[in-house]
Every structure is written in structure tokens, then in C-alpha cells.
């Protein structure tokens, strides 16, 4: 059995190349595999290994000043979903771009614990909930009457705070995957003026761990190899990009060229050779379909698979288990 984190802290870090270079030493030596981006305003992670070494690397990293009080969002899970250990230093933890920075510990909106959002809910009161996710996270799963963004970045969302036609004096309520990206978006709301501004504490994940799925319909999109996780909540509004049948499968195109991440039901998952396109089966470059592999797990590092030529089509073709 392995355990899955995902946490974050926002804290003054004099250097952060040191912390990078302690966070990644402190894996090694634990077998812990993930992501780890570090920056002067704190951590931000995803993080699996052996439950003791979780554990271990919980208690350490809770004595790192400003680290004390981090919420290690924790689950249980079957298989370590990275495929190797990357820690990185970054400008931001979270980027709203430039000019709009954001500090949380003095700008930030009121928090919600998962109690307190489910209680919002359901008191009869009037607000507009923000989905602040990318778009392509929300098409699989997301709370019931949430405004989704048209952006797939969220160095964008600035431009939606302006195209966002909010009543000022209405509460506004908003959620993410763990949390982060409200942090500095509900900022940036109540500069613009929003005097009502909440935040789910701990985001959808910390919701699922303490509630459940009440008021949520579909599955969460993640940055990791599951792709999503099934909370529990109401059937997924996620529809397949062929047939237009409900899924909440998300998968890359087998196009290494294409590469785009999109809805498939298994059905055409299996009638289209995990493409998205007619086009792109008959590509030049198309990995190996081979639904004994982990079909449906990202293929991130395609520039360390191995490629042949295929004489009898003509064609290259990549070989090698999805990463």
C-alpha cells in the first residue's frame, strides 16, 4: 500500500534553491516520487510513496519554518502514480501574470472548511460559485452551478476577473483542486472590488476526504497519472469527444504529434486507437495501441521513449509502457 499527498505553503523563503536541493535529497532517501515546486512565497506539491515514508516526510517537512501547519491532503492508493521525482524552483508557486501578484496571507478571501461550504450550500442564501480551474479540468467533474472559466491557463484569469459580470454586493463562492490557485484569484476579486469573497479550505480534495461528494457531480481532475479520482459524487457531466456518451476518462491523443488531452468513453478509446482524430490514427508518428499497457496513464516524457520505423507502413511509431 502507498500513500498520495498533495499540499502546499505559502512562507518567505530566503533561498530557495536550498530548499529544492534538501526537498529532493529528502525523497531520494525516502523513495518518494512526485512534483515539488518551490519559490520565495512557499511549496507547493504532489507526492507518493510507502505510507511510513509519507509520514516521515510530513513530520520533516513540518519543522521547515513557516511549514508548520501545511495540510498534507492524504489518500491511499494501489500504485505510486509518477513515474519519477521532479523538484523545481519557480517565480511563482501560482502565476495570475504580471502585475497581478497576489499575497495570501494578507489579500486572500475568507476560508470555507468543507463543512462550512457544504452549510453555504444549502442555506437558501443567494451567491456565484467559481470553478477556478482550468476548463478542460472542469469538463469532467465540478460543483453543481458553477461559472467555468474559458481559459486553459491561469496566467488568464485576470482577464476573466474583468469579463465576469459579478454583482459586487452577491457573495462569491470558488473552489480548486487543493486549494492554491483561490488563494491568489480570491485576491484578486477583492481588489477589484467583491467585498463577499470565500475560498474552499484545502479545495475539492480536502471536501471529498471530510464530506463526500454532496453537491459535486463527476469525477476531479488531477496532475498525476490516475487523471481523476471519483469522489462519490453525482454521475459525471464529462461527454465523450466521439460518441457523446458520458465519460470521465481523460487521455492523451496517440498522435505524438498532437498529443491533445481529451474525453473518451472505452468504447472509442478502443474504435479509435486512443486518437482523437481519424487524422492522427493515420499520423506518422502514433504510439504503439496496445490496451494490455496502462492505456490511460499520461504519456509525459515522450522524448525518452523509444521510437522504430515501421518499413511495412512506412510510418514511425513509438514503443514502450505509457509513463
Not at 504532489?46 to 521547515?64: F, H, N, V
Not at 499575497?103 to 467559481?130: C, I, M, Q, V
Not at 460543483?143 to 465576469?164: H, Q, R
Request: charged share 30%.
Amino acid at each position: 500500500m502507498y500513500q498520495f499527498i498533495s499540499f502546499y505553503a505559502f512562507a518567505d523563503i530566503a533561498d530557495p534553491e536550498a530548499l529544492r536541493d534538501a526537498q529532493r535529497e529528502l525523497c531520494q532517501s525516502l523513495q518518494i516520487f512526485g512534483r515539488i515546486y518551490v519559490a520565495h512565497e512557499g511549496i507547493n506539491g504532489t507526492a507518493a510513496g510507502p505510507t511510513d515514508a509519507i509520514a516521515e516526510y510530513c513530520r520533516i517537512t513540518r519543522e521547515i519554518p513557516g511549514f508548520e501547519h501545511i495540510d498534507f491532503k492524504e489518500e491511499d492508493v494501489d500504485n505510486i502514480p509518477f513515474g519519477d521525482l521532479r523538484v523545481r524552483t519557480r517565480p511563482h508557486l501560482v502565476n495570475l501574470g504580471e502585475g497581478n501578484n497576489v499575497d495570501p496571507h494578507t489579500e486572500g478571501g475568507a476560508r470555507l472548511n468543507p463543512h462550512e461550504w457544504k452549510a453555504f450550500f444549502e442555506s437558501g442564501r443567494k451567491f456565484t460559485l467559481l470553478d477556478v480551474r482550468n476548463d478542460y479540468e472542469a469538463e469532467i467533474g465540478r460543483f453543481k452551478g458553477a461559472i467555468i472559466p474559458p481559459y486553459k491557463f491561469f496566467y488568464d484569469f485576470p482577464k476573466w476577473a474583468d469579463e465576469l459580470d459579478l454583482d459586487p454586493e452577491e457573495p462569491v463562492l470558488m473552489y480548486c483542486t487543493g486549494g492554491i490557485r483561490c488563494e491568489k484569484f480570491s485576491g484578486l476579486l477583492k481588489r477589484r472590488g467583491h467585498k463577499e469573497v470565500y475560498q474552499l479550505d484545502g479545495g475539492i480534495l480536502r471536501y471529498a476526504a471530510d464530506v463526500g461528494g454532496d453537491h459535486y457531480e463527476g469525477e476531479v481532475f488531477v496532475f498525476d497519472d490516475r487523471m481523476s479520482v471519483d469522489i462519490g459524487g453525482a454521475p459525471t457531466p464529462g461527454r465523450c469527444k466521439h460518441c457523446g456518451e458520458p465519460s470521465s476518462r481523460m487521455i492523451n491523443c496517440a498522435n505524438v504529434d498532437c498529443h491533445e488531452l481529451h474525453i473518451s468513453c472505452d468504447h472509442c478509446v478502443q474504435r479509435m486507437k486512443a486518437c482523437c482524430t481519424d487524422a492522427c490514427q493515420d499520423a506518422p508518428r502514433v504510439r504503439v495501441f496496445d490496451p494490455s499497457q496502462h492505456l490511460y496513464r499520461p504519456w509525459r516524457r515522450l522524448h525518452t521513449e523509444n521510437v522504430k520505423e515501421d518499413a511495412s507502413a512506412n510510418t514511425t511509431q513509438t514503443t514502450g509502457g505509457a509513463q
